[in-house]
């Protein structure tokens, strides 16, 4: 059995309905450097939004046909991918209440029709707002959603903020897996966003690595510890930085000890999606199985950003040099249990 946890989706009308389409321009954040428009593709036969930050430097790309079901359905079974786990590229960060109400009963519909291949995660701004929290517990209890997606920051903070925390408490209280996805630049990024790499990929590991440290260290979980927070990036490659972020001792005062809670809150609330397999490389990845443990990992191919992730990414997994135990764990296992499909 193969879970994808990281296939991404987006309303189809949004690309059809000049209304929704223009609401959802007007809500990225141009006051935080961020830009929207709309392209033509193919002499008018699709469509594209693109997302930029900073103006002129390209950080996302949504393409209409890429979202229609019956491609999605049909890739999957190409892949041999049983089900997957449907969430936004990147909007989380500036959606307003009520586009998110209309994606989520978009995405219920969207689902409803995979005939059961598809869960999807709910999107709802993570303020104390008790329209908020309606529509979270609305999303989840009535349409029957996984779990719920946030941004690793919204504008210039990142989710440890005090502004987040009746959101949180709330999340605490209901018990559901939180799925932190990265933006597409950190909140410092003025010396990456020049080179496309730099900005489009790194600048995500960036700001997963800064998001999860951020959460272990600010003490979060002691008041929220039922969080499940499941980052995607792999934490931004958290593996690489893991021992020294958590040293046994210093020796001299110059860094902070006593790392057992730090520990803790890594083992019981956090969690690592990869995105996508064959980027990372067979060496990281058995490396990352290794210091973060299979049960910690959870497999995801960010489809449709490439197809081949999607159709080449199992078989990835499934040829590393670890235990079929441990793959079954990645690959199925793990986003059985904590998004409880």
Same mark, same amino acid.
């Given at each position: 059995?193969?879970?994808?946890?990281?296939?991404?989706?987006? %309303?189809?009308?949004?690309?059809?309905?000049?209304?929704?389409? /223009?609401?959802?321009?007007? !809500?990225?954040?141009?006051?935080?450097?961020?830009?929207?428009?709309?392209?033509?593709?193919?002499?008018?036969?699709?469509?594209?939004?693109?997302?930029?930050?900073?103006?002129?430097?390209?950080?996302?790309?949504?393409?209409?046909?890429?979202?229609?079901?019956?491609?999605?359905?049909?890739?999957?079974?190409?892949?041999?991918?049983?089900?997957?786990?449907?969430?936004?590229?990147?909007?989380?960060?500036?959606?307003?209440?009520?586009?998110?109400?209309?994606? /989520?009963?978009?995405?219920?519909?969207?689902?409803?029709?995979?005939?059961?291949?598809?869960?999807?995660? $709910?999107?709802? %701004?993570?303020?104390?707002?008790?329209?908020?929290?309606?529509?979270?517990?609305?999303?989840?209890?009535?349409?029957?959603?996984?779990?719920?997606?946030?941004? !690793?920051?919204?504008?210039?903070?990142?989710?440890?903020?005090?502004?987040?925390?009746?959101?949180?408490?709330?999340?605490?209280?209901?018990?559901?897996?939180?799925?932190?996805?990265?933006?597409?630049? %950190?909140?410092?990024?003025?010396?990456?966003?020049?080179?496309?790499?730099?900005?489009?990929?790194?600048?995500?590991?960036?700001?997963?690595?800064? $998001?999860?440290?951020?959460?272990?260290?600010?003490?979060?979980? @002691?008041?929220? %510890?039922?969080?499940?927070?499941?980052?995607?990036?792999?934490?931004?490659?958290?593996?690489?930085?893991?021992?020294?972020?958590?040293?046994?001792?210093?020796?001299?005062?110059?860094?902070?000890?006593?790392?057992?809670?730090?520990?803790?809150?890594?083992?019981?609330?956090?969690?690592?999606?990869?995105?996508? !397999?064959?980027?990372?490389?067979?060496?990281?990845?058995?490396?990352?199985? @290794?210091?973060?443990? $299979?049960?910690?990992?959870?497999?995801?191919?960010?489809?449709?950003?490439?197809?081949?992730?999607?159709?080449?990414?199992?078989?990835?997994?499934? /040829?590393?040099?670890?235990?079929?135990?441990?793959? /079954?764990?990645?690959?199925?296992?793990? !986003?059985?249990?904590?998004?409880?499909?």
């Amino acid at each position: 059995m193969v879970i994808d946890s990281n296939l991404y989706w987006m %309303p189809y009308s949004l690309f059809t309905d000049v209304s929704m389409l /223009n609401e959802f321009l007007r !809500a990225v954040p141009q006051e935080y450097g961020t830009f929207g428009y709309l392209k033509e593709l193919k002499d008018g036969e699709d469509k594209q939004i693109v997302i930029e930050k900073p103006k002129g430097f390209q950080s996302l790309n949504y393409i209409g046909s890429e979202y229609l079901l019956e491609k999605q359905l049909a890739d999957m079974e190409k892949a041999g991918v049983d089900q997957a786990i449907m969430k936004l590229p990147g909007c989380q960060e500036w959606l307003t209440l009520e586009l998110c109400k209309r994606f /989520n009963n978009e995405a219920y519909n969207h689902t409803q029709r995979s005939g059961g291949k598809l869960k999807a995660l $709910a999107v709802v %701004p993570p303020y104390d707002d008790e329209e908020c929290l309606a529509e979270l517990e609305r999303a989840i209890y009535e349409l029957g959603f996984a779990g719920v997606q946030v941004s !690793a920051h919204y504008g210039n903070l990142y989710l440890d903020n005090e502004i987040f925390k009746p959101f949180f408490r709330k999340v605490n209280e209901m018990n559901i897996p939180v799925y932190v996805h990265h933006t597409p630049v %950190p909140v410092q990024f003025d010396s990456i966003y020049e080179f496309n790499n730099l900005r489009r990929t790194y600048g995500r590991c960036i700001d997963q690595s800064i $998001a999860v440290g951020r959460e272990i260290f600010s003490g979060m979980f @002691e008041e929220f %510890p039922n969080l499940k927070l499941i980052h995607s990036m792999l934490g931004g490659g958290f593996f690489t930085n893991r021992n020294m972020l958590f040293p046994k001792s210093s020796g001299n005062g110059r860094f902070e000890v006593g790392s057992d809670k730090y520990e803790d809150y890594l083992r019981n609330n956090i969690y690592f999606e990869m995105s996508h !397999a064959q980027p990372w490389g067979k060496t990281q990845l058995e490396c990352a199985v @290794e210091v973060l443990g $299979a049960d910690h990992i959870i497999y995801g191919s960010s489809y449709p950003v490439k197809e081949q992730w999607l159709m080449g990414g199992p078989d990835f997994v499934m /040829n590393l040099n670890i235990s079929s135990e441990d793959k /079954n764990k990645i690959l199925y296992e793990n !986003a059985k249990e904590i998004y409880r499909v």
